[in-house]
């Protein structure tokens, strides 16, 4: 998909098509919009988060908190991100040298995800 809600739906509808076929237990979603979208199209099919499918978003938009369940996702620093981005833009325009930093993630653990397996656990 283009990172949209449109194209988190025919995203999920066509790796739903084979479904009943091949079953899945999980989506990782691009980013939080898309897996919100798979959710609707997930209900629309009648099929269970997380019961049936695990979903998982990434950006961890403050709405991702509020669906039915709420969404597991991954968090990124994108105000420091942002920040660091323009400042090596300016930096590479002065002709300096730059090294981009490693920027930390966070897994926000939700109620769209199931632990599945005796040996399963989160810490």
């Known amino acids: 998909g ?7 739906s025919l995203a999920a509808e066509k790796l739903l ?3 009943k076929k091949n ?4 989506i990782f979603a691009a980013n939080d919009e898309m897996a919100m979208a798979a959710r ?7 099929i269970v988060v997380p019961d049936e499918v695990s979903l998982i978003g990434f950006d961890d938009l403050s709405m991702s908190q509020f669906l039915v369940p709420p969404l597991t996702t991954v968090r990124q620093p994108a105000y420091y ?3 660091v981005a323009s400042q090596t833009i300016l930096a590479s325009l002065a002709g300096e040298n730059v090294r981009l930093p490693e920027f930390p993630m966070e897994l926000i653990v939700r109620q769209s995800v199931a632990i599945r397996g005796a040996s399963a ?3």
């Open 2 to 8: 283009d990172f949209s809600i449109e194209s988190g």
């Open 17 to 19: 098509s084979g479904y």
């Open 23 to 26: 079953p899945f237990t999980a």
């Open 40 to 46: 609707l199209v997930l209900s629309h099919r009648g």
């Open 81 to 83: 991100m942002g920040l």
């Open 121 to 123: 656990s989160i810490p």
